[in-house]
């Protein structure tokens, strides 16, 4: 009961979107023909058609210029979007809900060679990047140092990461997108305005409104929801972090071989740096060649390498614990943090960037969680790489305790020489895995800002048949191999490369900590002073981080601060040109009017067969179609405007995907399917199956949208039947009855000519009894079912509109420049969304057209 009331309450905050007119009488248009025509598409409103009750009345977007169309009252009807939304058997839950222990474990041991190589590796090179900063002079610094890193280590990754922002995922999904579409679903926040209400009651939304105690988590929604500048802000932020976790995904292969494979100047003198950037090329072409094999089965392969890398650095450390000097356990002791600045000032400050470096990997932990459970990334961290990585560096620093000058390569010539070369074949295989730990993380990312409109469509392999969340871009695989190359060659130093790589990583970092913060207010509503706290402690810490590696940013790390900023300039140009053209779209749709000029044969003539145009509305008569008809000498019998649609959930259930529509009077045979999909859903379904599927719920809902009349009939008496008795067309509540003239293949002459007739209405006299109205409209719907059997069997032709976008030409030069040419550069070289369902060209139909927006 509970829920009821908050679903209740959540209507009312919410500008009362969903209209409560399913158990209200309703007004129904009655045209020329006296078919009934619904008042309003109450779930699929447009923003420049918003419908507005006033007292009781409401008008369809679509229909309110037609003044001569006589109003008539009718019994209560569910609306077929929200019945559609409504028939769930249950929450759809996430793969990894309710796991057993043994597949926990499973999954935990898959982590270490997916989420925590990056995180791992780190030992390579931290203390080498600090101290080539601020040298060693005493053993205060190397204890000052290790102080440093511990509690970076302790804050940023545990704290922060594991035991705060993992919880803030998106049903098991993790990255900046997922922060972002968790604050669309609590507040329209999103530019695109294609949202429905029916959204919100997918089962995966759970959507939680801010209760009515809280006022300023209700203040903050209103205000987020008011104020545009806001609205760009958030998303400006959003992709400035996720340009970053890309840039991250560019340098971790970079900085990782290259610290590995460096050991091999400790190990064989001779060897010079040249030839430590050709062997680290060598290894990153392999890297990323074995990265279509999927992150499940190279997660199996390389997890038990992590695992020997893991406890061989735990091993490490105790063993130089034992031998050198015990007595850096005193850096647990913040104060050693003190004296270092003391000692060091400003060098202390320059060598916070290399400090961080313990920390890289930590964004991985979140943007790879759509991989594994929250339980399994705790459960692997907490008991097993934490513990490993506070040894290691614990080993470490009693090892330059006695040798100072052996900063360069702190990690390898603190190696037992009996281990030296094990070690470091396990090190290159642990920096090898470490490499794909952002890149899994970037395809993430990449699939999810895609789903959300904010980058241009790829092409996306799912690797794993039991978990959808597991996927392979090729275009940016290979993309980000050729930059790690250029990294590599132009930038030898891993000092240089490790500023590079604490500026990206840092950058997703701070832009993670403001999102959470908005996630604490307006969702998880919890006391203000813990939000504050979070958010002061934490970004404070970033921005000290940011300012010192800032300040190096010219020995080479400007490099990937271009490379970020050309990402978000791609993602913002993209998400700018579709928010235009979808609202040149909106303004641009066809009347209602015009079609029922036309008559139920639309002005052509009606072949046989089921047309699929696909628009980007989600409510209205796309102005392709209008092309369509003006174009083709014929259109089918039956046309579905089919919108491609993804909301801001991981996943849409398979009973929820179809929302159906009918747009015009029976006879003209035309409806609206909005196909919903999550920014993590798959779509794998070849053409054949998306039709079938189509079908079916189509068939789903004219059986409802029959048994809704049929009711209607049955809850309503003789009054409205007499109030009805003198028109051709009996409208609810008292069922309509409708004649099928639209012609099949059987419908064909032998003249070859096919001759369209327009759908009549049967004369129906007073005193027809309800049993034959009832019987009337079985008929009718046995009828319709057939005309769609039939149709189906004539074909599906996908009617898809080459939309060419150009700026109008009294916009502004700066206008001209992105849509013209920038954006339709994007236009022209990414992915069609057709192109997902392997449609044979034969069975496709384009017409091109043009936008001036």
Not at 276 to 290: D, G, N, P, T, Y
Not at 560 to 578: E, H, P, Q, R
Not at 683 to 699: A, D, V, Y
Not at 807 to 816: G, H, M, T
Request: glycine share 6%; proline share 4%.
């Amino acid at each position: 009961m509970m829920d009821e009331g908050l679903e209740r309450e959540r209507d009312q905050e919410n500008g009362r979107l969903a209209s409560m007119d399913s158990i209200e009488s309703r007004w129904v248009f009655q045209d020329e023909d006296d078919s009934e025509i619904d008042s309003v598409d109450r779930d699929t409103v447009d923003g420049d058609g918003d419908s507005t009750p006033r007292n009781g009345l409401e008008l369809d977007s679509d229909d309110e210029d037609n003044a001569e169309q006589k109003l008539i009252r009718t019994g209560p009807r569910i609306d077929s979007f929200d019945v559609e939304a409504l028939d769930v058997p249950g929450a759809q839950k996430n793969d990894y809900e309710d796991v057993s222990a043994g597949r926990t474990i499973l999954l935990a041991f898959q982590t270490l060679g997916v989420v925590f190589g990056d995180v791992g590796t780190s030992p390579l090179y931290t203390f080498s990047v600090m101290f080539s900063k601020a040298p060693v002079n005493s053993n205060e610094d190397v204890l000052g140092a290790l102080s440093l890193v511990l509690y970076t280590l302790i804050l940023i990754p545990l704290v922060k990461y594991v035991l705060i922002v993992l919880w803030a995922n998106d049903d098991g999904e993790g990255g900046t997108f997922a922060l972002y579409s968790l604050l669309c679903r609590h507040a329209k926040v999103n530019l695109l305005p294609n949202q429905l209400p029916s959204d919100a009651r997918i089962s995966s939304f759970r959507l939680k409104v801010p209760s009515p105690e809280l006022e300023r988590s209700l203040k903050l929604k209103e205000r987020l929801e008011a104020s545009l500048t806001l609205k760009k802000l958030l998303l400006i932020l959003v992709l400035a972090g996720t340009s970053m976790v890309i840039a991250d995904g560019v340098v971790t292969p970079a900085m990782s071989v290259m610290s590995a494979v460096g050991g091999l100047k400790v190990g064989v003198s001779g060897v010079k740096q040249d030839q430590v950037v050709m062997i680290s090329v060598a290894f990153l072409v392999i890297l990323f060649s074995v990265q279509k094999y999927g992150t499940s089965k190279v997660g199996l392969v390389v997890g038990p390498a992590l695992f020997i890398w893991f406890c061989s650095l735990g091993g490490i450390g105790v063993y130089n614990l034992i031998k050198y000097d015990s007595r850096v356990w005193r850096a647990f002791n913040p104060v050693h943090i003190y004296y270092y600045f003391k000692h060091n000032s400003t060098k202390a400050w320059y060598s916070l960037g290399g400090c961080l470096l313990c920390a890289t990997g930590s964004e991985a932990m979140f943007a790879d969680l759509c991989y594994f459970s929250v339980r399994s990334v705790q459960l692997t961290f907490m008991f097993l790489v934490l513990p490993c990585l506070l040894l290691g560096y614990l080993g470490q620093a009693a090892y330059l305790m006695e040798n100072h000058d052996d900063t360069t390569q702190a990690f390898f010539s603190s190696v037992p020489s009996g281990a030296f070369w094990p070690v470091f074949l396990i090190a290159n295989i642990a920096a090898l895995i470490a490499s794909r730990a952002m890149t899994t993380a970037t395809f993430s990312c990449i699939k999810q800002s895609t789903a959300l409109g904010c980058f241009p469509r790829l092409k996306i392999v799912h690797t794993s048949r039991k978990f959808m969340g597991q996927i392979y871009i090729p275009v940016m695989n290979w993309f980000l191999l050729a930059l790690s190359l250029v990294l590599v060659c132009s930038i030898s130093s891993i000092y240089e490369i490790g500023n590079a790589y604490a500026v990206a990583e840092l950058g997703v970092m701070m832009m993670t900590t403001i999102l959470v913060t908005i996630v604490m207010l307006l969702i998880w509503q919890i006391n203000i002073l813990i939000v504050l706290s979070f958010l002061i402690i934490f970004l404070g810490l970033e921005l000290t981080f940011f300012s010192s590696v800032l300040w190096s940013v010219g020995d080479g790390s400007w490099i990937i601060l271009v490379f970020a900023v050309v990402l978000f300039l791609i993602m913002y140009i993209w998400n700018y040109g579709s928010k235009l053209k979808y609202e040149t779209e909106v303004k641009q749709k066809m009347s209602m009017d015009l079609l029922r000029e036309l008559g139920p044969n639309l002005g052509t003539i009606r072949a046989p067969g089921i047309g699929l145009l696909y628009n980007e509305l989600a409510k209205g008569i796309p102005a392709i179609f209008g092309h369509f008809l003006t174009t083709l000498p014929a259109v089918h019998s039956m046309i579905i405007f089919v919108c491609i649609k993804y909301v801001p959930v991981p996943v849409v259930p398979q009973n929820e995907r179809f929302l159906f529509r009918r747009v015009c009077p029976k006879s003209y045979h035309i409806f609206r399917c909005v196909a919903r999909y999550g920014y993590k859903d798959a779509r794998k379904e070849n053409h054949h199956t998306f039709e079938q599927l189509l079908i079916e719920s189509l068939e789903k809902f004219i059986r409802r949208e029959a048994q809704e009349r049929s009711l209607e009939s049955d809850g309503d008496g003789s009054d409205s039947e007499e109030e009805y008795a003198f028109s051709r067309v009996l409208v609810a509540p008292n069922g309509s009855v409708y004649s099928l003239g639209v012609p099949l293949l059987a419908d064909f002459r032998d003249t070859g000519k096919a001759v369209m007739e327009e759908s009549t209405s049967e004369e129906l006299k007073p005193g027809t009894s309800s049993e034959s109205l009832l019987s009337d409209a079985e008929q009718s719907l046995d009828k319709e079912l057939s005309f769609i059997h039939k149709a189906k069997e004539s074909g599906v032709v996908y009617l898809l509109g080459h939309g060419d976008i150009r700026a109008r030409k009294d916009s502004w030069f700066i206008k001209k420049l992105i849509i013209n040419y920038f954006y339709a550069f994007l236009r022209k070289n990414s992915r069609r969304g057709i192109a997902n369902l392997s449609v044979p060209h034969s069975h496709l139909v384009q017409v091109g057209m043009q936008y001036m927006v």
